[in-house]
C-alpha cells in the first residue's frame, strides 16, 4: 500500500503547516494593532444583492472548504491500521487552527478575518473526514472479501 499511517501522519502535519502558512503569509501584512470594525461576520442584504460580492464570497467559500479537506482525510487515513480516530477532536483542531489563522489575520492589513470563513473550514475538514470514512470503509471490506 502507497499511503501508510505514518506517511499519512506526516502529510496531514504537513499539510496542517501548509495551511498555517497560507493563512499568516506575508508576514508583513501584521501590523500589531487591531482591525476589529473590518471582520466580516456575516454577508450584510446588501453585499448579498451583488453579484459580483456573491461570486467572491462563493470562491472564497469553495477555496476554504478544498484548503481543509486534505486536513480531515488525512487525518482519518492515518487510521489506515485499524486504530479509531475521533472525529470530535478533528473537528476542534480544525476549529482552534482556523480560528487562530482569523484571529491573527484581525491584526493583519490586506487580510479579512470571516465567520464564514472559520465555518468553511470546519466543513472542509468534515467533508474529508467523511471521505476517509469511505476509503476506510471500503479497504476493510476489501479485506473480508479478497477478490477472486
Not at 503547516?17 to 442584504?45: D, E, K, S
Not at 470562491?59 to 488525512?74: E, H, K
Not at 479509531?84 to 489575520?105: D, H, T
Request: glycine fraction near 8%; proline fraction near 6%; charge should be neutral.
Amino acid at each position: 500500500m502507497f499511503l501508510t499511517p505514518t506517511r499519512a501522519r506526516l502529510l496531514w502535519c504537513a499539510w496542517s503547516i501548509l495551511i498555517l502558512l497560507v493563512g499568516i503569509l506575508p508576514l508583513h501584512n501584521f501590523v500589531g494593532h487591531a482591525h476589529w470594525q473590518y471582520i466580516r461576520w456575516v454577508p450584510t442584504p446588501d453585499q448579498l444583492s451583488s453579484p459580483s460580492v456573491l461570486l467572491d464570497l462563493g470562491i472564497d467559500a469553495v477555496a476554504n472548504i478544498i484548503l481543509f479537506v486534505p486536513f480531515g482525510l488525512l487525518y482519518t487515513l492515518r487510521g489506515l491500521d485499524g486504530k479509531p480516530f475521533s472525529p470530535g477532536r478533528l473537528m476542534l483542531m480544525a476549529f482552534i487552527l482556523s480560528f487562530g489563522i482569523e484571529y491573527y489575520q484581525v491584526y493583519c492589513h490586506n487580510r479579512s478575518t470571516s465567520l464564514l470563513d472559520l465555518l468553511d473550514n470546519v466543513l472542509g475538514a468534515y467533508i474529508g473526514m467523511r471521505v476517509g470514512e469511505m476509503y476506510l470503509r471500503k479497504k476493510a471490506a476489501e479485506v473480508m472479501e479478497p477478490a477472486t
